[in-house]
């Protein structure tokens, strides 16, 4: 079975246009997702799925130019953009990244990648308990296009899963409990939402080096590079 790795990302984000162009440890962010993403031991295609709108046509042209898997579709859309790059790269099985989180647990996404291949009633995985910037999803093709025939909103367009999540009782849902949301690092978020973020996502990857971490040690480093911070709240 193909199980992909799709990181849906894009530059007209409201909150921190362009972030996905943004620097992180001499890399660009959207590099430097990719690259943790190919950490996954058993996933057989990592990926970026951005919009055909003209304002991606830079990050297009990045991923292109870097040598990084890229597919264009729906920019409001995403779940159809999900069920077009999936069809695109012949995906089964889709665990979706979203391109803000550079530290997403690699470990969390090959446990589910894993279960969902073994077992195929699956519908859904997710993590849960965990800092923002830890978690992903794992589902099925045939999932996603089982929700497209439902009457969904625009916010279900846009948010993937979220059918999924408001109507549970008509999928088979399994979570994976990180256990990774200490109460000292709760003011803490691991997700590239505004330009400050970027300053201690910098911070706790140029602590770790490199791509292969875990989340532990990404705990750790937030520990370490904030301890003065930490112990004065």
Avoid at 182 to 203: E, M, R
């Amino acid at each position: 079975m193909n199980k992909s790795i799709l990181i849906q990302c894009r530059l007209s984000s409201s909150r921190f246009p362009e972030k996905m162009l943004a620097g992180i440890a001499d890399y660009s962010l959207v590099e430097y997702v990719y690259h943790r993403c190919r950490e996954s031991k058993i996933a057989d295609k990592i990926a970026i799925i951005t919009s055909d709108d003209v304002s991606d046509n830079q990050l297009y042209e990045l991923c292109i130019n870097k040598g990084i898997p890229v597919f264009r579709g729906d920019l409001n859309n995403v779940l159809k953009r999900y069920i077009d790059a999936s069809d695109f790269f012949n995906a089964k099985l889709i665990c979706r990244v979203c391109g803000d989180s550079p530290f997403v647990d690699i470990t969390a996404i090959d446990e589910m990648l894993a279960k969902c291949e073994l077992e195929s009633n699956i519908d859904y995985m997710v993590t849960k308990n965990s800092l923002n910037g830890f978690t992903s999803e794992v589902f099925h093709k045939k999932t996603l296009k089982q929700i497209q025939s439902k009457n969904l909103t625009q916010a279900d367009r846009e948010h993937v899963t979220q059918y999924i999540r408001q109507n549970k009782k008509d999928f088979v849902v399994k979570e994976v409990d990180l256990n990774m949301n200490p109460d000292d690092l709760s003011g803490f978020s691991l997700t590239v939402d505004y330009p400050a973020d970027l300053i201690i996502a910098n911070k706790v990857a140029n602590y770790l080096h490199g791509f292969n971490f875990t989340s532990h040690q990404v705990i750790d480093a937030i520990r370490m590079e904030y301890k003065h911070d930490l112990h004065s709240t």
